[in-house]
């Protein structure tokens, strides 16, 4: 698997559905997510989201890796991106563009930026994807794992998970 960095919202999808354990399986030691974004989880821990523990706990254990935008081409292209982005999603585009890595995310505005600057891009329905081709759910296991992203505020583009593996 290719070397992957989080936003915020992918990751809370996951985390806040039981299933993180996907993105583990997927992308163990390959996954990342910048200091600014794992204080937006922070924070949504502290607004009630307990679930999103589990992002903490991933970090604890080492298979998501936080970064912090540190080199100066990435400090400049943060400082532009941040105009029109939040922190976390500018802060994690600008990572993924200067080390070529691929960047996931949900948020149709920061999926815009980094296609502007051609950064590879996945979602959350595009792991999704990903772990059925890889065996790793079925697709009945897709559905629910959907519907439960769905009734915990995931605004989903399709209707069914089976609908894009036809």
Request: charged residues 25%.
């Amino acid at each position: 698997m290719p070397e992957i960095i989080f936003d915020c919202c992918v990751l809370s999808n996951f985390a806040l559905s039981d299933t993180l354990w996907i993105i583990e399986n997927l992308y163990s030691g390959k996954a990342y997510l910048t200091d600014l974004v794992k204080v937006e989880a922070i924070r949504g821990i502290q607004n009630r989201h307990g679930k999103l523990g589990a992002i903490t706990i991933a970090l604890d254990e080492g298979w998501i890796k936080e970064v912090f935008v540190k080199r100066k081409s990435e400090k400049k292209f943060f400082e532009k991106l941040s105009v029109s982005l939040g922190a976390g999603e500018a802060s994690s585009i600008a990572f993924a563009k200067t080390r070529g890595i691929v960047f996931a995310s949900d948020d149709k505005a920061a999926r815009n930026e980094a296609a502007l600057v051609c950064v590879s891009l996945t979602g959350t329905i595009g792991i999704l994807l990903k772990a059925s081709k890889k065996k790793i759910i079925s697709l009945p296991q897709g559905n629910q794992i959907l519907k439960a992203m769905v009734r915990n505020g995931f605004y989903c583009p399709i209707k069914s998970f089976s609908d894009l593996n036809k």
